[in-house]
């Protein structure tokens, strides 16, 4: 079974500049999760989706950072403009159903450095 | 609003040994309990999941505990081995959120 897979593996760009990264969940999974992943701290969500409807989003800098799921598969994070503390790891996680109950699988992630 | 704990930031021990990791949390109101593995520039893999009904979880040479009442989780980690050299970290699900702990860096000495 294919896992989730994300690209581009690693970014850099300039404060002010905009990076888009792409999430390909685990086939069949509804519901689909962006983290983002501080050096040295534990990844804190940013969104999840349920399908390509969006459950949570409360923790999206939503002033900078957008999140889409099209036809509920695929889903991209753009990040415009981006700051320096916007540097992280941006991990893509998908789960058969909700968190509550399910295993979730993460992605290798997406590094981004803004220089 | 809940706050996942994980002590000690690092850990470094001589192959073969046994090992605890601890986790504790401030709201015991949860769902369940997830401990993860994440192996330098890579993502998570899910090691054990604790549902709250449960008090532990075991796969291999890895042993979970969960004590909801205490806000506490360890993991167990028998027989230790370079390859387990990794940060461990645990996350706790509630009725709002997957909250996760910063991790334990542990290394394994040969």
């Known amino acids: 079974e294919a896992g989730v897979a994300q690209s581009p593996r690693y970014k850099i760009i300039e404060k002010r500049q905009s990076v888009a990264f792409w999430c390909n969940p685990i086939?069949?999974?509804?519901?689909l999760y962006w983290y983002q992943q501080i050096l040295g701290q534990g990844p804190k969500l940013l969104i999840q989706f349920q399908n390509n409807g969006v459950v949570d989003d409360s923790q999206l800098p939503k002033d900078r950072f957008s999140a889409e799921r099209l036809k509920g598969v695929d889903s991209t994070l753009k990040i415009q403009p981006a700051k320096l503390e916007d540097s992280a790891v941006y991990l893509c996680?998908?789960?058969?159903?909700?968190?509550?109950?399910?295993?979730?699988?993460f992605g290798e992630g997406s590094w981004l450095t803004v220089v | 609003k809940q706050e996942v704990t994980q002590i000690p930031a690092a850990l470094s021990v001589p192959e073969g040994e046994n090992l605890v990791l601890n986790c504790s949390f401030t709201?015991?109101?949860?769902?369940?309990l997830q401990w993860f593995r994440q192996d330098p520039g890579k993502g998570l893999t899910s090691l054990l999941l604790?549902?709250?009904?449960?008090r532990e979880q075991t796969s291999g040479r890895l042993n979970a505990s969960l004590d909801k009442s205490s806000g506490r989780s360890t993991l167990y980690i028998a027989a230790s081995q370079p390859g387990d050299s990794a940060t461990y970290l645990c996350a706790v699900s509630d009725n709002n959120d997957m909250r996760f702990g910063a991790g334990t860096r542990l290394t394994v000495k040969p």
């Open positions: 604790i549902q709250s009904s449960q």
């Open positions: 709201d015991s109101a949860i769902y369940n």
């Open positions: 086939s069949g999974h509804a519901t």
């Open positions: 996680a998908s789960s058969h159903t909700g968190r509550t109950g399910n295993t979730i699988y």
